[in-house]
Structures are given as structure tokens and as C-alpha cells.
């Protein structure tokens, strides 16, 4: 669970997927797993991913929800230039802002397609990908030229996700995060049904520390226990704790331990 | 994008993920694609995906808004013995329904551990997965014994893939699907900037057909044009206009064609 010292401190986000190719099972999402992690490292709290379809009042109503709930919107999806890319109107409509064409995202579209004459130029729909809404800051694209953009809080971003990867990369030293949270876990090999009452404890006892428990199945049932906190030093003790007792549950060998990675 | 002719046949459903270590970018989700192949094989529209931490507010609303707006909500995740599996208890306050220790789930998880006796046997943490609510259906777990419910239209169910498949077989012959929804698809050597035009042209000429278009890259840019109906032969009808409009854009080589699969 999220814990209170953690939420106080560490910036919000919140991940909005629009495509129905992930709804309807065509493609799996991958951008949303990779920002979750970018956020850990970030110390930036990833508080919602949400999928919808192709559709322009649920882009704008869910936009609106999430840009007011959270500190940063990440969205991924329907930016390209066919008729189905209707994300940049409907987040401009979220805001109520104009958007059309814009000189500078045109500009760097006719130098992407003026080096690469293979491509067959320019177009009428792929000037559609020129389409900013007023005020918006461009998000550099170094894979296939299309920007992104910032509108207030939201980064409307490629579904591609070699492109989405890419554009993260590129906010990522603009975004302003908190201490990073770092995990330390446990793998056992005992049914989480076995750890569950000394596990709930140690949780009572180590507020600062957030402390999961998730089972798995590989010849027998075992569990990872994931501890995970901002505070180095909670960690660290809660760590020592939980391993001293786990120690007491199970012989050594049923025991993997994975300490922090920096 | 959803056709109307789509949205007004079909039954709807929404995913509604709850675990910290997805949000937290420890694991990947995989359930939500499964959940989204298995409703378009049946003909049921999955109209939203949303996964939320393990925070009993946020599960409590995220399951008032998602029940009041589809025809059948599932869960997965948080339904285990520890400490941070709140789930069922969301649920149950989402629809101001009294929760406890039943005896049909009792008995269910007693019989189970009675036939594992190295599993260490019921005690109080494995007690919780009895906690079902007042009136709600119990969902049978063959991997792992403790059963998921049904409250309302909420479909209560495991975090753990194998089960989550598991509990999903065995509901499925009980949901009211519409036509499957068949998708008829092409891959095509070239940028989707560069078919962007016509696609829109045909997709405005079959209302009855979604039309969607994602590019990729494989050594040079290309894009999976996707057509989906739950009308067999308007979809045949529209995937034979692209197929010929495709033809006089491309060469047959670089056309792979994906017929509906039945």
C-alpha cells in the first residue's frame, strides 16, 4: 500500500492509453509498464493508468479527470496522421484551447520529409501531425520527426513505443521529482497464506514502508514480499526485519533476497 | 474507432487492475489483454481499462463509476490472505454490502487445505479469502482453491494470471456476449502517412466498419491497417475495397493480407 509519508512528499502521475487496438486484445500495451517504471526511478508516484477507446468525449472527460487529480498526465496513442489520431483536437478540447496547423511543428515535418525523399513528402494527412493546440511546448520526437506536446499538465505522446521511449527520455530531466523509491525484496518458497500474519505485523510496526505480498507458482507456491519506500533508512530497517523473521519461517535455501539496486 | 452499430449491439465491460507493484512498474499487468481477447472473441465491447494502487477510496469509487457505466466489471488482484488484499472489503463498501467470513467459502478453503496437509492448513490469515459478501456468487478457483464472486455486476477475481484465466473460463458460458466482433487485417510495407488519406476515405464509406491504422517499424516503416465488424459481410465488403485501393498503392509483396481467423 502507498504509504502517507510517501504520498506527501513524492509528485503524481497518471497514465492515459487511448487506442481501441489495446481494447479490443489486438496489441498489448507496453508504454505503460516502461512509465511506471521510469516514475520509481523518478520518485514520482504513478497513481493511475486508465485505457480508453478511440473516442473523442471519453478522451476529453478523462483528460480533464486525470489532469486535475494528479501532478503529471502522460498519454500515449492516437497522434499519427490517419482519421482514427484524434487525440491533439480532443486534448485540446479538454483545455478549450484553439489548435490547428503550427508553423514550428510544420517546419520540423517538412525538414523530416525533405531529408528522406523515399518517404513520399509531405501531405495533407501528415500535416495533420502539425495539429498543436495554441501555447502548447513541442516534445521532441527523435525517431520519426512528429512532435509531442505539453498542454498545461498533459504530454500527449506516440503509441509507437520505440517513439514513446524516446519522448519520456527526452521530458525526463524537465520533470521534477521526489526522492526516489527504492524496493527491497524477498522471494520465498511458502504459500503467502504462511507469512500473511507475521507479514501484516511488520507492516503495523514499519509505517514509513510500504510492504506487498504476491504469490506465484513454480513446482510449489511461494511469494514475493516487496518492500518499498522513499526513506533509505526505513527500508533498510524494515528490511532487516522482515528478513530476521522469514529467517525464523523458512530454512535459508527457500529464501532469495534482492537488496536495493543503487 | 467503436461504430455505432457496434456499441448499440454489443454488451460492455471494463477491467478495473488494483495492485501497487503494477503501478509501481514491479510486474506487468497481463491480465487486462487476456480479459480484452477473451470479451472480443465473446462479442462484448471492453470500453475501459483502469488500474488503481491498493487504497480502499480509490477501489471504492473506481468500482462505483465503472459498475453504473458497463454490463459487467471485473477485478483482478487483491484477493489473498495478506495484510494489503483489501479487494474484497472495497467491493463489498462499494455496494454498502455487509462482508464476512462465509460458510461456503469457509468450507470451500477448508476442504482444500485438508487435502494439502504440507501446506501448513487454514489459519487466520488464509481465513480472509473467506470473507465474501452478503448475497454475492462465489467464482470457482480450481488452481488454488479460494474463490473469487460475483456482486452485482462486479466479477471479483485473482491477481495471479493463471488463476485470473482460470476463474474467466469458468464464467465465461454464464455472459450474455453479442456477435464476435471478427477483424479482417493487412500489413503494408509503407508509411501510414502515405495511406492516411484514402483509409479515411473508405473508413467514412463503411459506417459499419471500424477502421484503425498503426504503424511499426521493421526496417522501414510500415502499418497494420485493422478492420473490425460484428457484421460478417460488411466486414468482407470493406476489407475487399482496401485490399484493391491497397493494390493500387503498393506491390502484392509488400501486402500481407490477415483474414478473419473464422
Redesign the interface.
Known amino acids: 500500500?502507498?504509504t502517507e509519508a510517501e504520498s506527501a512528499r513524492a509528485p503524481r502521475a497518471a497514465m492515459l492509453?487511448i487506442g481501441?487496438?489495446?481494447?479490443?486484445?489486438?496489441?498489448?500495451?507496453l508504454n505503460?509498464?516502461?512509465?511506471?517504471?521510469?516514475?520509481?526511478a523518478l520518485g514520482i508516484?504513478?497513481?493511475?493508468?486508465?485505457?480508453?477507446?478511440?473516442?473523442h468525449a471519453t478522451i476529453v472527460a478523462a483528460v480533464r479527470t486525470l489532469s486535475a487529480a494528479v501532478d503529471y498526465v502522460f498519454t500515449s496513442g492516437g497522434i499519427?496522421?490517419?482519421?482514427?489520431d484524434i487525440t491533439a483536437d480532443a486534448v485540446a478540447a479538454a483545455f478549450e484551447t484553439p489548435i490547428d496547423v503550427r508553423a514550428d511543428a510544420r517546419a520540423i515535418l517538412e525538414a523530416y520529409y525533405a531529408g528522406r525523399p523515399a518517404?513520399?513528402g509531405i501531405?495533407?494527412?501528415?500535416l495533420?501531425?502539425a495539429r498543436i493546440p495554441e501555447g502548447a511546448r513541442l516534445i521532441e520526437n527523435p525517431v520519426?520527426g512528429a512532435p509531442g506536446f505539453v498542454l498545461a499538465n498533459v504530454h500527449v505522446m506516440a503509441?509507437?513505443p520505440?517513439i514513446f521511449r524516446a519522448m519520456l527520455a527526452g521530458l525526463e530531466p524537465g520533470l521534477a521529482g521526489g526522492p526516489p523509491?527504492r524496493?527491497h525484496g524477498f522471494e520465498v518458497m511458502m504459500?503467502?497464506?504462511?507469512?500473511?500474519?507475521p507479514?501484516?505485523a511488520l507492516?503495523?510496526a514499519h509505517p514509513a514502508v510500504?510492504?506487498?505480498?504476491?504469490?506465484?507458482?513454480r513446482d510449489r507456491?511461494g511469494a514475493r514480499v516487496?518492500l518499498?519506500s522513499a526513506d533509505a533508512a526505513a527500508l533498510a530497517d524494515a528490511a532487516e526485519a522482515v528478513r530476521r523473521r522469514l529467517e525464523t519461517l523458512l530454512d535459508a535455501s527457500d529464501i532469495r533476497e534482492v537488496p536495493p539496486s543503487d
Chains 1, 2 share one sequence.
Open positions: 500500500m502507498t492509453v481501441d487496438e489495446i481494447l479490443s486484445g489486438r496489441i498489448q500495451d505503460a509498464h516502461h512509465l511506471a517504471q521510469r516514475m520509481s508516484v504513478l497513481a493511475e493508468i486508465r485505457v480508453v477507446p478511440d473516442d499519427g496522421p490517419t482519421h482514427d518517404s513520399g501531405n495533407a494527412a501528415r495533420r501531425m520519426s503509441g509507437v520505440e523509491i524496493s504459500p503467502e497464506g504462511e507469512i500473511a500474519a507479514l501484516g507492516a503495523e510500504s510492504i506487498g505480498c504476491y504469490p506465484f507458482y507456491p516487496v518499498r
